[in-house]
């Protein structure tokens, strides 16, 4: 049997029992919280089987079960919609670690809102708009002793007349022939509800398409919508979307978030000219680049055995002029045509052979 004995002076004629364990090997963390603060002095009695007492050499600790003092002047230094700023004074002890803030439930007890704050104040969010919230602070110290806590401070939070905006629109600017994949991602201090998706020719005057709800509202909520081009003519058309929050504050005009997009089914047009000539082991195909055209994108290149049998693509997404084709066989006759696609996505047909 291991027993640990503790006292509070060297010479001590009482040595008290803080531990007790059977067997051989005593590793374990002990309760001190029966001991006194200050200087305490502990030694193992060891037992055998037969009763043999020994003592291990006595060991010097300092014990600490006291926490900080009270913390005190706990102010609201501002209450927003969504955010209240507390601050409070330093308490005196020389081993505080950090503070806690602590949130009163609706059933009068209390839970953590902020942990382990270094500093003398601390930024509260998430918060209901209009809402009272009661807390308090209390104070650490380095051994993790819980101090005094401070006295109640009751803050309500103001109405929300914040806007929410989009923070990112996807995709950017681009050329689209039949869709356009549309990814908002909205933010609002308190809650995002819905967005209007607006169109327009001119940047100036606007539509609505469409609105969508948000299926969980929240402080940032991501809408996807496919937009239909169907109906729009072939040009400019300016996408944004008008966010709304669950107070009805809607994004103004001067923070809406909108791009530029350009609705194309026209394809590029084809090189002007498109040759061919071969080596004992390669083709060698050459083409004028496509001038003048900012919606074009590549080239494609086409290949048959036949004149007039299917043309298979052997090479595609070919930004630059010209290229060699070396998969053929010597004596046999090959066939090509060439294919524009454009930034929407639209294809030429093939070039004559």
């Known amino acids: 049997n291991i027993k640990l004995l503790y006292a509070y002076t060297y010479e001590s004629e009482e040595w008290l029992e803080l531990y007790s364990h059977n067997g051989s090997t005593l590793n374990n963390k002990v309760d001190t919280s029966k001991m006194n603060d200050g200087v305490v002095y502990i030694k193992a009695e060891i037992t055998d089987a037969v009763g043999n007492k020994a003592y291990s050499p006595i060991y010097e600790y300092l014990c600490d079960n006291t926490g900080p003092e009270k913390v005190n002047n706990v102010q609201c230094v501002q209450a927003l919609s969504t955010i209240i700023t507390l601050s409070w004074d330093d308490v005196a002890d020389d081993d505080r670690s950090y503070f ?17 704050v270094r500093k003398l104040g601390a930024n509260l969010t998430g918060l209901t708009p209009e809402t009272e919230y009661t807390y308090r602070v209390v104070a650490y110290d380095k051994y993790n002793n819980r101090g005094v806590v401070s006295e109640d401070i009751t803050v309500k939070t103001v109405k929300d007349t914040e806007a929410p905006v989009v923070t990112y629109l996807y995709p950017p600017s681009n050329y689209f022939n039949n869709s356009i994949d549309l990814t908002f991602t909205t933010k609002d201090d308190y809650r995002v509800e819905a967005i209007d998706i607006e169109t327009s020719r001119d940047g100036k005057t606007w539509d609505k398409v469409t609105q969508l709800k948000a299926t969980n509202p ?125 930034k929407a996505g639209n294809r030429s047909e093939l070039s004559a052979p």
Request: proline fraction near 2%; aromatic fraction near 14%; glycine fraction near 6%.
């Open 100 to 116: 806690v803030v602590e949130k009163k439930n609706s059933d009068g007890t209390y839970s953590s809102a902020q942990n382990g």
């Open 218 to 342: 929240s402080a940032t909520v991501t809408f996807r919508y496919n937009l239909d081009l169907s109906k729009y003519e072939e040009g400019s058309i300016f996408v944004r979307g008008i966010v709304t929050d669950a107070y009805g504050n809607k994004t103004p005009d001067n923070k809406a978030t909108e791009y530029e997009y350009v609705v194309d089914r026209t394809p590029a047009k084809l090189p002007i000219s498109f040759t061919a000539s071969s080596d004992s082991n390669y083709v060698s195909l050459q083409w004028d680049g496509v001038q003048n055209d900012s919606s074009f994108a590549s080239y494609s290149i086409y290949r048959s055995t036949e004149k007039d049998g299917e043309y298979k693509a052997i090479k595609e997404k070919l930004t630059a002029v010209n290229m060699y084709d070396t998969s053929v066989d010597l004596g046999k006759t090959y066939y090509y045509c060439i294919m524009t696609v454009d």
